[in-house]
């Protein structure tokens, strides 16, 4: 079943790889969507793909690259629309 989520993700997530870490995870998956840095120190990700792919993302970003530390992580499903063929940084 094809699924999105939208995740906030806070702690120190930005210059330490976080963005390509999601970006590498998210393709070895098969996940399709995009991730940014947003202003305020955190980083958004948008996540479209089958159900278990997008739960073994998340999981994994729940932890983070090593070089960062996740302190907290929002997410929020989001209605499934196949409008992305590939995952992105942005």
């Given at each position: 079943m094809l699924i999105a989520r939208t995740l906030l993700?806070?702690?120190r997530v930005q210059g330490v790889g976080f963005r390509y870490?999601?970006?590498d995870v998210a393709m070895r998956e098969g996940i399709t969507g995009w991730v940014?840095?947003?202003v305020d120190g955190r980083?958004?990700?948008y996540l479209e793909?089958?159900?278990e792919a997008v739960t073994r993302v998340e999981r994994l970003l729940r932890q983070g690259p090593g070089s960062g530390h996740v302190k907290d992580v929002t997410a929020s499903d989001e209605p499934a629309g196949g409008a992305y063929s590939?995952?992105?940084i942005r």
């Open positions: 993700i806070s702690g870490f999601t970006r940014r840095n947003l980083v958004q990700a793909g089958e159900a590939t995952f992105e």
